[in-house]
């Protein structure tokens, strides 16, 4: 994008966004509602499950309901983890990409915003990523790493999950 950095006050909003796995199996794609909150569903975790399963500090999530969701692929090798009963964390089988994290009994779906296609996160990176929702596990927080990076001026940081303590 060109021009001046988003701000939590304007940034573009995209309709659709496109994703899919590393080794190209599995395409998906969210269309979003005409009253998508961009800011409260943009979300980061940084507790034990989510750091091993995407293999980074924290994992950043864009929740969409899961009926906005659909494949453009088979899903052959889709398979999902549960390191939590209840708890979903869907990844491709043949190379690793985690690609979401969905409670079962909740009609949405987190998906890993590491896995959006380029030119969408290019464009559109700030609505998906701005982390203005929850941002949970921050006592799991790397000091001097990721201290920085999310909850400071925008969300809501809390220490463990969001029916914890708020930090
Ligand atoms: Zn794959
Ligand atoms: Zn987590």
Known sequence: MSGS????ENFPKPKFITGGCLCGSIKYRADFPEDHDFLHQSRSCQCTQCR?????????AHTVPLGNFTYLTPTTTLKNFYAT?????GFCSNCGSFLY???ESRDEIAM??????????SDFGFALANTAGDN?????EIKGVTDGMIGKERGIKWATDSKGVRM
Do not use: M
């Open 136 to 140: 949970v596990w921050c006592e799991n």
């Open 85 to 89: 009963p209840g708890i979903q964390r």
């Open 112 to 121: 890993a915003v590491g896995t959006v296609d380029p030119e969408f996160l």
């Open 5 to 8: 950095s988003p701000t939590i």
């Open 52 to 60: 091993r399963g995407t293999g980074c500090l924290f994992y950043v």
């Open 101 to 103: 994290w969905r409670h």
